[in-house]
């Protein structure tokens, strides 16, 4: 018998076929903008995207790469064929980032609407209509401020692929 069938690698999780291992001579889509493709850099044990210029290392032996020139220490793991989210900062800095958001968001508007609502505009008056769309503006403002941070927190990649789209186009001129 030339070839004997057993494989002497039983696989933990089920390793169907098109899935590519994670290594250094192979390009990924990138995990954090999901637009350009990491390679393995020349000489060292890490990885770089050709879009976002952002540095990765990583742990060929867990699959797994973490960015290293972001403030937030986030890791992904390869699973074959894609990247999943294996670790993103701790907890408390994101109960804190939703906590304030909501404050952010709620107070100023909910202040706002109490000053219109104590003082009312005189009935029948022509600016009868500005204080809603005045709390309407205040809540709107501050809804894309919140939705901004979050998205600097989560680098939401079609966030992050934008903003490097934006700041090449800047770049050229
Ligand atoms: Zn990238």
Redo the contacts with the bound molecule.
Sequence with gaps: MPFSEQNPKKPTQTARSGDRQLSYQETYI???????Q?TGLTLMDAFA??????IFTANLPEQSVQVVDSSQPMSWRWNGRNWQVAYQDDFNLTMMIWLIGVLLVGLPSAIVWLSAYTFPPLPGSPWAWFPMVWVGCTFLVHLVLVLWVMAEHYQLPWY??SK?RLRSLLGQR
């Design positions: 990138c995990p954090i903008c999901r637009h350009g990491i995207c050709d879009f976002c210029r952002h992050v692929a490097v």
